[in-house]
């Protein structure tokens, strides 16, 4: 029953933002660690931040650190990634992805395109 479904991508010019959605079932996003990974073309899958119950604490790659901010609304059960001054090597397929503590389990989401292009 757990399900993740990430929304919001699309083409965007370079300086633009960008907010991405990840709705989660099954769970509540308030007792998973969530967080944001992206895939470029002809590369691997990186972490793009990631953000824990307690506290709100929140973590970023050094390459979106002061870019791109993640929030959650535990009220709509959905996770957010606010991406500001978009390059051209943002570009890629973003995945949310959630984590349980309790049984190590990682659930992921099917992606969507971020295009940054001028």
């Known amino acids: ?20 959605s990840c709705a989660a079932s099954g769970f509540t996003v308030s007792n998973r660690m969530m967080s944001w990974y992206r895939q470029a073309p002809g590369k691997g899958r990186e972490l793009v931040g ?34 500001n001054s978009l390059k051209p090597e943002d570009t890629a397929v973003y995945y949310c992805s959630a984590f349980h503590v309790a049984t190590a389990l990682r659930y992921w989401g099917q992606g969507t395109q971020v295009t940054v292009s001028g």
């Open 1 to 20: 029953q757990v399900q993740l479904v990430e929304s919001g991508g699309g083409l965007v010019q370079p300086g633009g933002s960008l907010r991405l």
């Open 50 to 83: 990631f953000i824990i119950s307690t506290a709100d604490s929140t973590k970023y790659a050094d390459s979106v650190k002061g870019r791109f901010t993640i929030s959650r609304d535990n009220a709509k059960n959905t996770v957010y990634l606010q991406m």
